[in-house]
């Protein structure tokens, strides 16, 4: 971490600097949050336990092992009632 004096001549090189603009607190509050959007069918958070070869067989396929396991769970339900 800088030392105040530091964070000083820090802060005074940026406002010397003529390509840099620093927002007002109102020009920051009327930003638009970026990133990925809402999903309309939004995941649940949870933590559960499952057998170590569940597991690793999942993992063996690779990137998306999450997805399989939610698809292969999905397919379980069509044919089983709970």
């Given at each position: 971490?800088?030392?105040?004096?530091?964070?000083?001549?820090?802060?005074?090189?940026?406002?010397?600097?003529?390509?840099?603009?620093?927002?007002?607190?109102?020009?920051?509050?009327?930003?638009?949050?970026?990133?990925?959007?809402?999903?309309?069918?939004?995941?649940?958070?949870?933590?559960v336990?499952?057998?170590?070869?569940?597991?690793?067989?999942?993992?063996?396929?690779?990137?998306?092992?999450?997805?399989?396991?939610?698809?292969?769970?999905?397919?379980?339900?069509?044919?089983?009632?709970?």
């Amino acid at each position: 971490m800088p030392t105040p004096e530091e964070d000083v001549a820090i802060n005074a090189g940026i406002k010397a600097d003529p390509d840099t603009y620093e927002l007002s607190k109102a020009e920051f509050r009327q930003l638009k949050r970026v990133g990925r959007p809402k999903s309309s069918s939004p995941k649940v958070q949870l933590t559960v336990r499952y057998d170590a070869d569940i597991v690793a067989a999942f993992k063996a396929g690779g990137e998306g092992w999450q997805t399989r396991m939610n698809s292969a769970l999905r397919d379980w339900l069509k044919t089983h009632s709970v």
